[in-house]
């Protein structure tokens, strides 16, 4: 079946990740970075995910996942190394509509992790509703260099431009127009690049 892609703000809302080892801490820095409030419940974590609880940053169980843990929480992921336990959470968030992402388990899935390729407020995320991530992160990489770092500083721009032109009084139209002319310029970077090539 075909996903719906979207962007999901994440601010303030507490999520849970069960497990703490290295296939679950590239998870929660993630959640951490969309501002997620995050719980972690595992016995042992990761140096990193150790400093996260002990700078606050995150809030660490430091014990086995107990049902309860669910309570209040708008998504988890499942990074454990236990199948069952993942098909397990997996079910009992259905039951509690919660959002679930069982790490490596397509079939415990609600929705999948993509491949970001991450500039400032530019986010070009890759699916393969699961076929192929090893795809996806090919591409990621592809995509890395065609958007190089410039277009973090440009983008930013754009978005000061568009906040100014909002406040301005002037034609719907007008501004739209403006908006695009803007938007084709690329940043200067890429500009200098294509006249090389």
Request: hydrophobic share 40%; with cysteine; charged share 25%.
């Amino acid at each position: 079946m075909p996903l719906f892609a979207m962007f999901l703000k994440l601010e303030g809302r507490r999520c849970l990740v069960v497990g703490a080892g290295r296939i679950a801490q590239p998870k929660i820095e993630s959640l951490l970075l969309a501002g997620a409030r995050v719980v972690v419940v595992a016995p042992r974590a990761t140096s990193r995910v150790r400093e996260l609880a002990g700078s606050k940053q995150i809030v660490w169980r430091k014990r086995n996942y107990i049902s309860s843990d669910l309570s209040g929480i708008f998504l988890v992921i499942a990074a454990t190394d236990s199948s069952s336990l993942q098909e397990k959470l997996y079910r009992l968030a259905q039951s509690r509509g919660v959002l679930c992402n069982s790490v490596d388990d397509p079939a415990h899935c609600d929705f999948f992790y993509p491949a970001v390729v991450r500039r400032g407020p530019l986010q070009i995320a890759i699916s393969t509703s699961g076929a192929s991530p090893a795809l996806a992160q090919r591409l990621r990489r592809r995509l890395e260099k065609q958007f190089g770092v410039a277009y973090t500083a440009w983008v930013e721009g754009l978005g000061q431009a568009r906040r100014t032109l909002f406040a301005n009084s002037m034609s719907a139209k007008s501004r739209r127009r403006l908006l695009h002319r803007m938007a084709r310029t690329g940043p200067p970077r890429s500009r200098a690049s294509r006249r090389e090539a």
